[in-house]
């Protein structure tokens, strides 16, 4: 029996899972202590940061996300990112009108990515692993550390020497309290003045006020954000101003085959919790 619900205050008792579509309905404690028979929350991508894992679970209630749908999708989003950044795309857009104006004779010089370029990618999930094979193909070289996986209480000790080696430094890693503005001042200032940053993770994960100032001061070169703090930003960001930032809005899985395939892995994830079978794509609280 299904029910698409706008109204979560109309969510009938009877309700043993929900597919969480973008984010809704918000599931706090009052909704799960208004639902006695849930069993799963299946979430509609692969970022749990909008649930309190740990409240859910208190409830009995498992939860899965999407992994295996959004993966090369989102891993796809990132390297466009980094190819436009690198070679200049949205601003050859726009150069190629004063070009054959002839208002404009010299062009901009784009970024190499073979011979030697190192990408560092933040966080070796499900998505990193996919953006490594893709930057392998295009012939980049990936850290080797890489494989050390550090995001936790090793991190800070591990960061600096692999942000001062990238030219291209990829952020991949879950939003949780301890990637929260991971990228700040001091690891920009680590960075090469060279290097590009890209995000498409969650804004958060990146200190957005030290971005500006970052691009702003040729602190590094450039930065490409499909993920931003708010979403979307205020009309007068300086981020929406600056020559030398890409923003996309979001669309890291929004392809046209997402909505199926996502739903698809939601639909087993589900099914295999009712059943009472080991769910595909679990996510536990850490
Ligand atoms: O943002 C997209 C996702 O969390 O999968």
Known sequence: EL?????????SKKVQAIYL????????QELLQSLPNLKVIANSGVGMDHLDLKLVASFGVKMA????????STADTGMALLLASARRLVEGNILILLWLLKIIQD????????????????GMGSIGYKIALRAKAFEMNILKEQEEQA?????????DGLLQRADFVMVVVSLTPQTHKLI??????????TATLINISRGAVVDQEALVTALQTGVIRAAALD????EPLPRDHTLLKLKNVIITPHLGIKTDKATYMITEEAVENILAALNGLPIPSEVLPS
């Open 3 to 11: 029910e698409f619900l706008e109204d979560r205050k109309r969510m």
């Open 21 to 28: 579509w973008w984010h809704k309905p918000v599931i706090d």
């Open 65 to 72: 996300n999407a992994p295996r749908a959004v993966s090369s």
């Open 107 to 122: 062009l901009p010089t784009i970024i190499n990515l073979t011979f030697s370029t190192v990408i560092w990618i933040i």
């Open 151 to 159: 995001v936790g209480t090793t991190y800070c000790e591990k960061i």
């Open 184 to 193: 700040g001042k001091r690891e920009m200032e680590l960075m090469k003045p």
């Open 227 to 230: 993920v931003t703090h708010p």
